[in-house]
């Protein structure tokens, strides 16, 4: 792209193999974290998205962050006000020519839950405004410090562009202690994504088998020869019956078939399985429901569960990431303009404690009834909707009653002189 035709920086990754960027998987093998798991699987991030745990909560967190609001707002002296047009229309519809705001967002978050990182070129113009926003993939990125400073260097077609912490949105799952390296979810938690790995391959090769479990042949045989043909006659009869939907199969006269290892049930396979899928939650922080995992699920706890999802997950990714933004698109010094997502749409629930909340915030003078109409996708009506109410006779606010109405006069006695 035109945008990155600059000067070609001094060619660096890390410390330990300069030829090897620290977002690449082979950096785990310099530091001695290399990718091979305890079951002996090389878990990489093709393999750990085949399990449908794993792509689950990675579609599901990045497209949950990928659909909420994104605006910009000025400060002002009567509290805040939006800004339309130029970053607010990048941010919110689309980040360049090629690519929605929506498609940026997802790639940059799957990034971050699978490579451990996203990296977001900002491009500005001859006046440093913003103009295009353009996501880079990780894996050709290498972060280094120089003179004390950050400094990103991106590898594509044998060129070599350099960018300034200031020109990059860097979101990272966790930083190492050089705070230069971040840690892949996926690779920092191989084993037991590798233990998943193995019983799914298990789970195919014991159906691949005809579901019958490691068997052993017994019997006299006259030669090497001849014992490995019975083998491998009995092996494809067991396919071919399998196959056909036979449920018996024929051994030569004394003879004796015999199994061996464990079948998926005694293993407890299918247990195992979902006690993986409470792993994975864990790992992202997700309650298990939204891996499709009803087990345990009952309407009320499932319910808390979409409370825990926001105040425990979707906050801590939202708070990083506009935290970033703003200190990336606006300058540490910026005290007036920030951006910031709209988390309402994920808190709304059902539409009758939706309407009673909206009733309590008209009538305690927290929001107006237009703001509630906008809230709802419906138009605004103006005038007195557009002003704040207070309980009573829900009335705009500094038009309620004030004067007290004096006590009537006791009535006299007649007896009275």
């Known amino acids: 792209m035109a945008f990155w035709n600059r000067s070609k920086p001094e060619q660096r990754a890390s410390v330990e193999d300069p030829s090897v960027p620290i977002s690449s998987a082979n950096v785990f093998q310099i530091f001695g ?14 393999k750990a998205m085949g399990i449908p745990a794993i792509w689950a909560a990675v579609n599901f967190i990045s497209g949950t962050i990928a659909g909420l609001p994104l605006k910009v707002y000025r400060k002002t002296e009567d509290g805040r ?24 967002r997802k790639y940059s978050m799957e990034r971050v839950l699978t490579a451990g990182r996203s990296v977001t070129y900002i491009e500005r113009n001859e006046a440093g405004r913003i103009i295009n926003l353009w996501p880079l993939n990780p894996e050709n990125v290498v972060v280094t410090r120089k003179s004390g400073r950050k ?7 044998g060129d070599d562009l350099s960018y300034s912490a ?12 050089d705070m230069l390296t971040a840690r892949s979810p996926i ?26 479990p490691p068997f052993v042949m ?22 071919d019956a399998s196959k056909e939907g036979r449920s018996a199969i024929t051994i030569p006269s004394g003879h004796e078939v015999k199994s061996i290892g464990a079948d998926p049930d005694k293993t407890q396979l299918v247990e195992l399985k979902r ?20 087990s345990n699920g009952t309407f009320s706890n499932t319910e808390q569960q979409d409370l825990h999802f926001v105040k425990h997950t979707v906050k801590r990714w939202v708070e990083q990431i506009e935290q970033e933004m703003n200190l990336k698109l606006f300058g540490k010094n910026n005290t007036r303009q920030y951006v910031e997502f709209n988390l309402d749409g994920l808190l709304r629930g059902d539409f009758a404690t939706r309407m009673k909340g909206y009733a309590t915030a008209i009538q305690n003078a927290i929001r107006t009834p237009d703001e509630v109409r906008k809230l709802e996708n419906l138009p605004s009506t103006g005038g007195e909707a557009g002003k704040l ?13 004030t004067q007290q109405t004096p006590p009537a006069a006791p009535a006299e006695d007649e007896n009275d002189t």
Not at 33 to 46: F, H, K, M, W, Y
Not at 81 to 104: C, K, M, P
């Open 389 to 401: 109410h207070i309980q009573g006779a829900t009335v705009p606010l500094g038009s309620q009653n």
């Open 166 to 177: 200031a020109e990059v949105i860097d979101i990272p799952f966790s930083l190492c202690a």
């Open 275 to 294: 006690f993986q899928i409470e792993e994975y939650a864990r790992i992202y922080s997700l309650p298990p429901t939204f891996l499709q995992d009803l």
């Open 218 to 239: 017994t019997g006299n045989f006259n030669s090497p020869g001849a014992m490995k043909r019975a083998s491998d006659d009995l092996e494809k009869a067991v396919r």
């Open 81 to 104: 006000e939006e800004v339309r047009g130029g970053l607010s229309t990048i941010l919110h519809d689309a980040w360049n020519d090629e690519t929605s705001s929506f498609d940026g």
């Open 33 to 46: 974290l290399d990718s091979i798991s305890a079951t002996g699987i090389n878990v990489t991030i093709d």
């Open 187 to 212: 690779l920092a938690n191989k084993d037991v994504i590798g233990l998943g790995i193995a019983a799914t391959q298990y789970g195919s090769k014991f159906f691949q088998g005809g579901g019958v």
């Open 151 to 157: 400094i990103y260097t991106y590898k594509e077609n």
